[in-house]
């Protein structure tokens, strides 16, 4: 289930971070590299420590626990702090799968990546290339998201970030570990809620069969959790 989730920040938002991380030092991407990825990896990324990498975190993840498409979709247990990386010309991310598990090196939490995230803070006419290509079961699916939208997908899949030509991307991502470890679950639990949202706008939330549905919802999500 890949899910482009619209105004994660506002688009002043965006750039009011994009333009606070410019101005921070970079490093060589590949300092947070698994090893089956370190070859295909060409970017720069900020210090995991470095104060505005600290600001943006906080920034992405106060916005992440009040987004309601991003709660739906993920049913999130734990959140990988964020991370900021950066392609200029010729920069790229050939074609990988992310580790299962991450580390956190300042808490020592380990998170299952059942999926990742990609938060764009570029406005994508000011770079050529750089897409998201994510390979899934229908194919290749690209993605080059306005700034402040964000794409989830299954961290499991085989994706890339295609060589930019012009400009400079940035962009923040994460993984996630859901309270949903099957991806088939998760993504009948989101249908689900999505159908109870559009219900409840129509028929309002003390509606008899919107009150039905989401006693349904919260019962899988008993069933199925792992907390």
């Known amino acids: 289930m890949l899910i482009a989730i619209a105004d994660v920040l506002s688009t002043g938002e965006a750039q009011a971070l994009r333009e606070r991380l410019l101005a921070a030092d970079w490093i060589d991407g590949n300092a947070t590299s698994g090893a089956g990825s370190a070859l295909a990896k060409r970017n720069r990324q900020l210090p995991v420590d470095a104060p505005a990498t600290i600001e943006g975190q906080r920034i992405v993840q106060r916005a992440l626990s009040t987004n309601g498409s991003f709660l739906s979709a993920a049913v999130p247990h734990t959140v990988f702090p964020p991370l900021f990386n950066r392609y200029g010309v010729e920069e790229r991310f050939g074609a990988h799968v992310d580790n299962a598990i991450r580390i956190d090196r300042a808490s020592g939490v380990r998170i299952r990546t059942d999926l990742a995230a990609t938060l764009f803070l570029t406005d994508p006419a000011d770079y050529d290339?750089?897409?998201?290509?994510?390979?899934?079961?229908?194919?290749s699916q690209s993605y080059k998201l306005p700034h402040g939208h964000m794409l989830l997908y299954p961290a499991s899949s085989l994706h890339r970030?295609?060589?930019?030509?012009?400009?400079?991307?940035?962009?923040?991502?994460?993984?996630?570990q859901s309270m949903?470890?099957?991806?088939?679950?998760?993504?009948?639990?989101?249908?689900l809620d999505q159908?109870?949202?559009a219900l409840s706008a129509a028929r309002g939330g003390d509606d008899d069969e919107v009150l039905r549905l989401t006693g349904v919802y919260h019962n899988l999500i008993r069933r199925f959790a792992i907390v």
Do not use: K, N
């Open 161 to 176: 970030v295609e060589p930019v030509t012009r400009g400079e991307r940035l962009s923040c991502f994460f993984w996630v």
């Open 129 to 139: 290339g750089g897409e998201l290509t994510v390979e899934g079961a229908f194919g």
């Open 195 to 197: 159908s109870i949202q």
């Open 180 to 191: 949903i470890a099957s991806a088939e679950e998760r993504s009948m639990l989101y249908d």
